[in-house]
């Protein structure tokens, strides 16, 4: 895999640098390189959290622990109950730095920047987190 990726770049670069026509097009667009669909590649890429609200009216997510790479991290919050919920998310200082907006039966996304250390993720509906709809993101 690597010695095709190094290969095909090597081509790019022969063809790019000997050639000096008009073709600005092509030459703006990159090479097709998919980037790796896991979150375990090099720094930079971003990491999706799944978050859930069980069925029923329990006031909780049904993750207590999550984890993600420093960096851009996706929440994607699923709030199957009819109850609007969200999911805010704070440092250790008690900062809140994002979340989603309320949702009821349905999804909502959000997009915060992390750094290494540990995050609270909670709904903030007035009473929701004191009754425990909140849990721990850990960021390495
Ligand atoms: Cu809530």
């Given at each position: 895999m690597a010695v095709v990726a190094v290969v095909a770049s090597l081509g790019l670069a022969a063809c790019g640098g000997g050639s000096n026509?008009?073709?600005?097009?092509?030459?703006?667009t990159p090479p097709a390189t998919t980037p790796?669909?896991?979150t375990t590649g090099g720094g930079g890429g971003g990491s999706t959290v799944?978050?859930?609200?069980?069925?029923g009216s329990d006031l909780a997510f049904n993750q207590k622990r999550v984890s993600a790479k420093a960096g851009s991290v996706t929440i994607d919050f699923d709030n199957v109950q009819s109850l609007q919920h969200d999911v805010k998310v704070e440092d250790s200082s008690g900062q809140e730095i994002g979340g989603t907006d309320l949702?009821?039966?349905g999804t909502?996304?959000?997009?915060?920047?992390v750094q290494p250390g540990?995050?609270?993720?909670?709904c903030s509906v007035p009473g929701h987190r004191e009754a425990g709809?909140?849990?721990t993101l850990t960021v390495k």
């Open positions: 026509n008009n073709d600005t097009t092509a030459a703006a790796p669909a896991t799944d978050i859930s609200t069980p069925s949702v009821s039966s909502a996304p959000a997009t915060v920047a540990t995050y609270t993720f909670f709809i909140q849990g």
